[in-house]
């Protein structure tokens, strides 16, 4: 088992925990959060420079850039998801390796900006989305390969904002951290 200062900069809002309802109050205020993502983030990095951005958060952990562009991979991911989910009966999604992805040369070295940018459009679109959708549409789900789960819309509304929660906090903690 990890120490708790080890866990504290791998998780540092805490893991993901499930409402046991997924009321309305619930969604609108996660719908906000992803709402809000993208201009949270850009005010957390926008001003960092080189070194900073090539920063790990933790001992083996992705730099800040990797983090914003993982960010960009994964939250793209969740709309196609949202997509399969909208317009096919309990589509299997594609897994892919996140891990992967983040060791790729774009991850590794493309200046912010770009993810940055992709990541409001992107965040428009998803809450745009999210906000059309009606209870049946919150049910319906899509299966992850990696564990062979069904996952309903609703509950991927909640997992992503805690998502881009998360690693914001991987940044504002390293850069306390930092004195940045």
């Keep these: 088992m990890e120490n708790t200062a080890s ?8 893991k993901f925990i499930a ?3 997924y009321s ?30 090539n920063t790990p958060y933790r001992e083996n952990g992705w730099t800040v850039r990797q983090v914003i562009h993982h960010c ?9 998801r949202i997509k399969w989910a909208l317009t096919e009966d309990k589509p299997t999604i594609k897994f892919y390796h996140e891990e992967l992805w983040s060791e790729l040369h774009d991850n590794l070295t493309m200046p912010i900006q770009p993810s940055l940018s992709f990541l409001e459009g992107l965040h428009f679109r998803l ?3 999210m906000n059309s959708l009606s209870q049946a549409d919150l049910e319906k789900t899509f299966i992850h390969p990696e564990n062979n789960k069904e996952y309903k819309i609703k509950e991927v509304i909640g997992t992503y904002a805690w998502h881009g929660n998360h690693h914001l906090a991987h940044i504002t903690e390293l850069k306390k951290l930092k004195g940045w």
């Design 72 to 80: 960009a991979d994964s939250h793209m991911n969740c709309f196609i």
């Design 127 to 129: 809450v745009y989305l």
């Design 24 to 53: 309305n109050d619930y969604l609108n205020t996660k719908i906000t959060e992803i709402a809000s993502f993208s201009e949270r983030l850009k005010k957390e990095v926008v001003s960092l420079n080189e070194e900073q951005l």
């Design 19 to 21: 409402p046991e309802i």
């Design 7 to 14: 866990e504290k900069l791998r998780y540092p809002i805490g």
